[in-house]
């Protein structure tokens, strides 16, 4: 069994998610509310210097947009992403296994302020 790493992110929208690679998709959990996750090819997200891009899952890459314009997209094995506190937090995807791998920029703990920043496994 494959455990992949569960991030927490802000959405472009200032909503709170959490998020999991599952084979070419991404699982969404808004809130934390597992009963209320669903699944995308896509990720809405904020950088870690507040700019708002969406992610897409392609060729074991992301392909990041800014604002969602994916004639400006860029493809990359990270994901540069602010959690539910607002830090900073840089991620790259593994190819071999397809999940999330995940370092926070300052090494800080998984939760800050009772914020989820990081979920190993699920």
Not at 81 to 100: A, E, N, P, R
Request: hydrophobic content about 30%.
């Amino acid at each position: 069994m494959i455990t992949t790493t569960t991030i927490a992110y802000q959405t472009i929208w200032g909503g709170r998610y959490l998020a999991m690679i599952n084979d070419d998709q991404i699982t969404h959990v808004p809130n934390g509310d597992w009963s209320r996750a669903f699944t995308s090819d896509r990720i809405d997200y904020v950088t870690s210097n507040g700019d708002r891009y969406v992610a897409k899952l392609e060729n074991g890459q992301f392909l990041h947009a800014p604002d969602g314009d994916f004639s400006r997209a860029h493809q990359s094995k990270h994901l540069d992403f602010q959690d539910w506190g607002g830090k900073s937090h840089f991620t790259t995807l593994d190819q071999d296994i397809f999940s999330f791998g995940l370092s926070a920029t300052d090494g800080s703990s998984a939760t800050e302020n009772g914020n989820p920043t990081i979920i190993k496994g699920r």
